[in-house]
């Protein structure tokens, strides 16, 4: 939690938020995710500074408890001092025991935030899904609570002037706004409406405009003329000397084509692979022009060039 700091912004984590991305499609599955199509609204998790503290805890993490889908779970929550914005103790269940921290006693706008990343946690762990490292596996929590539609809370808790600023969770504003950008695409949502942060809806427009640019990297038909150009040059050098060579950092790969022995098909032939712009699992058709390219795991459809 940055409280008063300076707040990092940019994509810092960006890879492991697409493969975070990955991970939960794979986990749940297409149905699965595609029942959290419904984010928590506003109305949801409102909590009054008249509200009586402990039944408002209560009331959002009952909420948030039946939007993760956690009927059998229930959520004990207290305050204390402590250095982070809020802990859980994941245990076998099915009581589960979140501590917040003191502030949150007068910043209750923000404890909906809070409870999001924690009770995402319990989700994750009964779900056995986690990422390597402390740090990867807090990043899957906020891209898992933010892609189930519940963590654009999280970013409405940030805010920031030339005095203060304030930020809940582990991703950056853009990331936050980039992965509540690809939920939006896919579900079809206008979260615009629903931050009370304006610095929050500067985050989430910066978020889009780099999820509309992974929609339009070649070999999309989308790509612009730059990507195109350059596509076209990293064809012909594979073509002639195969991939080696290439730029690793490109968004595609080319190899050749092989048989079902695993030997390279006589007379060449080449696949290019990228990464699917929605879920960025890895997508390989082969290279011969104009073709529709189906990703298994998010089964959205891909207009390329190849």
């Given at each position: ?242 991939a080696r060579g290439l ?24 696949r290019v692979a990228f ?32």
């Amino acid at each position: 939690m940055a409280d008063g700091g300076p707040v990092v912004h940019g994509y810092p984590h960006l890879e492991t938020v697409r493969s975070a991305i990955t991970a939960i499609y794979k986990r749940l599955s297409y149905d699965t995710v595609h029942t959290f199509s419904s984010s928590v609204t506003p109305v949801d998790v409102a909590f009054s500074d008249v509200d009586d503290l402990y039944l408002g805890v209560q009331r959002v993490a009952r909420e948030l408890v039946r939007h993760y889908r956690l009927p059998d779970a229930r959520m004990i929550v207290s305050f204390r001092e402590m250095r982070h914005a809020a802990s859980v103790e994941l245990a076998a269940g099915p009581e589960y025991f979140i501590e917040l921290n003191d502030r949150f006693r007068t910043h209750r706008r923000d404890i909906g935030a809070a409870l999001a990343h924690e009770i995402m946690h319990v989700y994750l762990h009964r779900l056995d899904l986690s990422l390597p490292g402390t740090r990867d596996n807090e990043i899957l929590t906020d891209t898992a609570a933010t892609y189930l539609g519940a963590g654009w809370l999280l970013l409405d808790a940030f805010r920031e002037d030339a005095a203060s600023s304030q930020k809940l969770g582990y991703l950056t504003p853009e990331e936050f706004g980039y992965v509540l950008a690809k939920r939006s695409l896919v579900f079809g949502e206008g979260p615009e409406t629903w931050f009370t942060s304006p610095q929050a809806y500067s985050a989430y427009e910066r978020g889009l405009e780099q999820a509309r640019r992974d929609e339009r990297q070649p070999p999309m038909t989308a790509a612009g003329w730059a990507g195109r150009r350059r596509y076209a040059k990293d064809r012909r050098y594979a073509q002639d000397h195969g991939a080696r060579g290439l730029d690793p950092a490109s968004p595609y790969t080319f190899s050749a084509a092989v048989d079902g022995d695993g030997a390279s098909r006589r007379g060449g032939g080449l696949r290019v692979a990228f990464a699917c712009p929605t879920c960025h699992q890895r997508i390989r058709v082969p290279v011969r022009g104009r073709v529709r390219a189906r990703c298994a795991l998010c089964r959205t459809v891909w207009e390329c060039d190849t």
